[in-house]
């Protein structure tokens, strides 16, 4: 199975900077790679398919990038409806697998 | 507009059967692969179960594979999940979740219900 290993675990960050948060996979995904937001109590929702493709209704504010192992979500100017949980996702083949997840905490 | 509303959690006990279930509205429910993924009291998210838009095909990891069994019914525009065997490890919110832009990607979710395995 594909392990992916995402980082930071918990980030506590002020309204209006920018956060990166990293994914690695164990093994090159292709860019085969989706980012979800989660709030407190909410299902999670996607943001970005494909390593670098906004899902619609997504805030320019995101962007995806990446290849190969290694991929990134980054934040620009961070906005208090931004704060909650990221989790990264291969579909690269089953079994699918998910990072542990990015807490997002006001600072 | 889309929505998937999952029904069927409680409380089993180690060993025990349950059958969830979700209903979707607002796109075309046969033209899609449907997914059911649950998260852990520990918040870790975990794949249980894909299958086809026709239904024909059916897709399961490891940890899962002989004990669920994900189908759907087109005509009612329902998605399933028949669980058995059930271990204290399979506790948690199980979401429905239909297909995004790629074949794997999870692009509209329901909110979940939960399932408890304890004795």
């Known amino acids: 199975d594909i392990q992916m290993t995402q980082s930071p675990a918990s980030l506590s960050v002020s309204v209006g900077e920018t956060v990166t948060i990293t994914c690695r996979a164990s093994?090159?995904?292709?860019?085969?790679l989706a980012w979800y937001q989660q709030k407190q109590g909410k299902s999670p929702q996607l943001l970005v398919y494909?390593?670098?493709n906004l899902a619609d209704g997504v805030p320019s504010r995101f962007s995806g990038s990446g290849s190969g192992t290694q991929y990134s979500l980054k934040i620009n100017s961070l906005q208090s409806e931004d704060f909650g949980s990221y989790y990264c996702?291969?579909?690269?083949?089953?079994?699918?697998?998910f990072g542990g997840g990015t807490k997002l905490e006001i600072k | 507009e889309v929505q998937l509303v999952e029904s069927g959690g409680g409380l089993v006990k180690p060993g025990g059967s349950l059958k969830l279930s979700c209903a979707a509205s607002?796109?075309?429910?046969?033209?899609?692969?449907m997914y059911w993924v649950r998260q852990t009291p520990e918040k870790r998210l975990e794949w249980v179960a894909t299958?086809?838009?026709?239904?024909?095909?059916?897709y399961y990891p490891d940890s899962v594979k002989g004990r669920f069994t994900i189908s759907r019914d087109n005509a009612k525009n329902n998605l399933y999940l028949q669980m058995s065997s059930l271990k204290s490890e399979d506790t948690a919110m199980y979401y429905c979740?239909?297909?995004?832009?790629?074949?794997?990607?999870?692009?509209?979710w329901g909110q979940g219900t939960t399932l408890t395995v304890s004795s």
């Open positions: 979740a239909r297909e995004g832009l790629r074949r794997g990607v999870l692009g509209y």
């Open positions: 607002g796109f075309t429910f046969s033209d899609y692969y």
């Open positions: 299958i086809s838009d026709g239904g024909s095909y059916t």
């Open positions: 093994e090159n995904i292709y860019s085969n």
């Open positions: 494909a390593a670098t």
């Open positions: 996702q291969h579909f690269w083949g089953t079994p699918y697998t």
